[in-house]
């Protein structure tokens, strides 16, 4: 977004050394934290517990104070974050010089930097002369996932991560720029990390990294969520705040297909193109071009080791679209498939979040926003396409170099003192998480199983995006329940069923009843639905247990039976209760 008339011009200089500085630039001390008042300072534990903004870490830069002490040998980097607030929304030109003689070669042979929620603008050697390249941030309302409602925060957060981070001075001041909207799922969006940070352990779209891939004559703003289909993102609050702040020339860049593929009403040529067509024509009536890009794929592989491509209808349709409409197509769907099949289901998993298929790390999400922008480069270039494209396709970079997955030095896992690229995949840290060995192998394995325990190893087996808040949706669990994050993160994706959680209390909130035994048929309906976000099912006929389930669940009990998860005679008693190896069996047999 770009400056509308009224708006005065931004700019403020702050010196964080002795060193000279330019005459008007305010002096910032160590100990100068945040404050509201003032309008700038570093994020730390204070700031965070005194300013409710801050408290939030999707505004406060993305990232989270840790719950436990470092156990590592050797330090991780540390993020160091500043905050300065700013008049209005819109796009905002930084100059930052760290202190490059202070700052070792020997102690940070690598400098990364943030802007807003982790939004990679610079990875590299700390230049000899301190002084980085300049960028673009964009700041705007937005909807934090923590909080569920718009938040128009106005705070621009620079973070930097180095073993000693010392900065220099920052510089601040407006651009007239045009932004680069991004609308689109899980795989796209901005996400925090928990401190200390260890790169490669945390979900990091690939939007998140897309600023490193572009010069500062352009702006990105990511509006990607998790767990978002074409409908959710409009419906459920994300699309508002694009519409508000779109202008002429800007791009609305779109990515979806990974959670409308669960809904039967967003089919690939149907609902979701629809859907589609929707934003490119609204984009269009604001003046600004949309842009579409073909889904991310997964890792996922069949048991013979042919690749499972679950995606393929909702790239042809976007391509179709793209082609009908005259919109330009990134088919990153073909170019990431290509890479995955290529070094295959092992070589790629150190660019995903340990154990997942669908979410990339840091590594992958640099890898990935690297091939957006090749594939924006290319195919934005082209003649016969409006100038804006063009021009967009001028402000591409190479970016700084390839970010190889690597176990760092400090991770307890590394059993090295060296941080090295990786060259086998045979390290504790590449393998794949395995969240039910403990539950199947534990000193409890043959006790019953609690209905919170089986709801948080369902969350963990579907791989759903992990959350870092509980809301209070269950009547009988606080946020200090080891589970609470889980079933918070269960309760958003519609994992527990209406018939395990009871309105039985005057605040009108369910209860799970959370230590009380799961039984059998509640097992299996958290398995099956589990099931359900990879499959679909067919039609599905009667079963022995139609009369022995709650019938809100017939139909999914009629499907475990047909998934060989239940006797066909109707000798299996629904309401047993369940351990926890007989609950890790279920789901090990559904292969999910």
């Known amino acids: 977004m770009r400056r509308g008339k009224g708006d005065a011009m931004f700019h403020r200089c702050f010196a964080f050394t002795d060193a000279p500085a330019a005459d008007h630039a305010v002096r910032v001390s160590d100990g100068d934290d945040y404050d509201a008042a003032r309008g700038y300072g570093w994020i730390g534990e204070r700031s965070r517990r005194n300013d409710l903004m801050l408290s939030n870490a999707e505004i406060a830069g993305g990232f989270m104070p840790s719950d436990s002490p470092d156990a590592s040998s050797s330090a991780p980097p540390v993020a160091r974050g500043f905050a300065v607030h700013v008049p209005n929304d819109g796009n905002y030109r930084l100059s930052l010089t760290v202190d490059a003689t202070r700052m070792d070669a020997t102690v940070d042979d690598e400098l990364v930097v943030y802007v ?29 996932d923590a909080i569920g409602t718009l938040v128009d925060h106005r705070l621009l957060v620079v973070t930097v ?3 000693r981070p010392i900065v220099t001075s920052l510089d601040v001041r407006s651009a007239n720029v045009p932004t680069i909207f991004l609308a689109g799922d899980s795989t796209v969006t901005d996400t925090t990390a928990r401190l200390p940070l260890r790169f490669g352990e945390s979900h990091t779209g690939w939007g998140a990294s897309l600023p490193a891939f ?6 990105v703003a990511n509006h990607a969520r998790s767990g978002l289909s074409t409908t959710m993102f409009r419906n459920d609050g994300h699309y508002a705040p694009v519409w508000r702040a779109m202008r002429a020339g800007d791009v609305l860049l779109l990515q979806f ?13 149907d609902g979701y193109a629809d859907q589609l067509a929707q934003f490119i024509r609204e984009a269009r009536t604001a003046g600004a071009y949309p842009l579409l890009v073909t889904p991310l794929a997964r890792n996922t592989w069949t048991p013979d080791g042919a690749y499972a491509d679950l995606l393929a209808d909702f790239a042809n349709a976007c391509i179709a679209l793209g082609r009908r409409l005259h919109v330009p197509v990134l088919d990153l769907h073909r170019v990431s498939m290509g890479f995955i099949t290529a070094i295959g289901v092992e070589g790629v998993k150190p660019y995903f979040r340990p154990g997942d298929v669908t979410h990339t790390n840091e590594f992958g999400s640099a890898l990935v926003a ?6 924006l480069a290319n195919v934005c270039s082209d003649p016969s396409l409006p100038r804006a494209y063009r021009d967009l396709a001028a402000h591409v970079t190479a970016g700084f170099g390839p970010w190889p997955p690597y176990v760092p030095s400090y991770s307890t896992s590394a059993g090295t003192s060296d941080a090295a690229p990786i060259v086998t995949h045979v390290d504790q840290f590449l393998r794949p998480y395995d969240p039910l060995a403990d ?24 791989g759903l995006v992990p959350v870092n808040y509980y809301d209070g949706g269950l009547a009988d669990v606080t946020a200090d329940d080891p589970y609470a994050f889980r079933l918070q993160s269960a309760l958003m994706n519609g994992l527990i069923p209406s018939s395990m959680l009871r309105d039985d209390n005057r605040a009108g909130t369910p209860r799970l009843h959370p230590h009380a035994p799961v039984d059998l048929e509640e097992m299996l309906v958290l398995a099956v639905r589990v099931w359900l976000t990879k499959h679909v099912a067919g039609p599905i006929p009667a079963c022995s247990y139609d009369g022995a389930c709650n019938p809100a669940n017939r139909r999914t009990i009629r499907l ?3 998934l060989g998860l239940l006797s066909t005679d109707g000798s299996d008693d629904l309401q047993s209760p369940v351990t926890a190896r007989r609950a890790a069996d279920l789901l090990r047999r559904l292969r999910v």
């Open 116 to 144: 807003q929620e982790r939004r990679l603008v610079y990875r590299g050697p700390v230049p000899s002369d301190g002084r980085l390249p300049d960028v673009v941030a964009n700041v705007g309302a937005f909807v934090p």
């Open 161 to 163: 991560v180095a073993r």
């Open 214 to 219: 572009l010069d500062a004559g352009v702006a």
């Open 257 to 269: 297909g990974h959670n409308d593929q669960k809904d039967p009403q967003l089919r690939a040529n």
């Open 370 to 375: 690297g091939a957006v922008a090749r594939l």
């Open 439 to 462: 539950v199947a192998n534990g000193d409890d394995a043959d006790a019953p199983l609690t209905r919170e325990h089986a709801v948080a190893i369902t969350v963990d087996v579907a």
């Open 560 to 562: 475990a039976c047909a």
